[in-house]
């Protein structure tokens, strides 16, 4: 069976890149094998070993899988898109402001 080629922006390509470094360096900071994360998280070697390389065909499961087995660092994506200033800025642009009432002569 084929499988998809992922295809993603060169920036996007580079963020992952970083952050598979920053799970291989945060493993290594920790002095846990490679042997370990995989057992932890229930996935291969192979695919670890992707995840510290960044590519982008590996699941986000995989990706939180393996930082939950680096003692619980998969509690860092609930900060994914948590801040969302262009989404603030585009949702209080369209905001209608109502207009009041006109005072009644008495």
């Known amino acids: 069976m084929n ?4 295809i993603i922006m060169p920036d996007t390509q580079r963020i992952l890149t970083q952050m598979g470094s920053n799970i291989k360096m945060a493993r290594l900071r920790r002095g846990i ?8 998280a229930g ?3 192979a695919t670890l070993w992707k995840i510290e390389n960044g590519s982008p065909s590996v699941s986000l499961g995989a990706y939180a899988a ?3 087995a680096l003692y619980g660092m998969d509690k860092e994506l ?4 948590s801040d969302d200033e262009l989404g603030r800025l ?12 006109r005072k009644k002569a008495k």
Request: hydrophobic share 40%; aromatic share 0%.
């Open 66 to 68: 393996s930082l939950h």
């Open 3 to 6: 499988k998809k080629k992922v």
């Open 90 to 101: 585009i949702q209080d642009r369209n905001l209608v402001v109502g207009k009041r009432a």
């Open 33 to 40: 094998s490679m042997e370990t994360i995989c057992l932890r």
């Open 43 to 45: 996935i291969s070697r």
């Open 78 to 81: 609930l900060k994914v898109a």
